[in-house]
Nanobody, 115 residues
């Protein structure tokens, strides 16, 4: 049974930092493209960042220079370090894992940034 479980969300003031984590089980984690998406109230889910099996990363423009994605294949975990947070970063953050036709999602973790 595949599970992606996010943790680390919470409430933080603007300018602060949070690190969200996603622990995977039931998959060969190291071969999967892992990513973080977010969905704010009333908005569509958007891609935030990805990291592939070789460690190459992608960031959407709005988070470049503030967020860092990383993965620990020994722990089957992907992280998103979020610095200099802004109120517009407020959203539910979802973990995603993909390999060929396989596409897995976590249930999300709430990140709220107060102004």
């Amino acid at each position: 049974q595949v599970q992606l479980v996010e943790s680390g969300g919470g409430l933080v003031q603007a300018g602060g930092s949070l690190r969200v984590s996603c622990a995977a089980s039931g998959i060969t984690f190291s071969i999967h493209l892992m990513g973080w998406y977010r969905q704010a109230p009333g908005k569509q889910r958007e891609l935030v960042s990805t990291i592939d099996s070789g460690g190459s990363t992608y960031y959407t423009d709005s988070v470049k220079g503030r967020f860092t994605i990383s993965r620990d294949n020994a722990k089957n975990t992907v992280y998103l370090q979020m610095n200099r947070l802004k109120p517009e970063d407020t959203a539910v953050y979802y973990c995603n894992g993909r390999h060929w036709l396989a596409d897995y999602w976590g249930k999300g973790t709430q990140v709220t940034v107060s102004s």
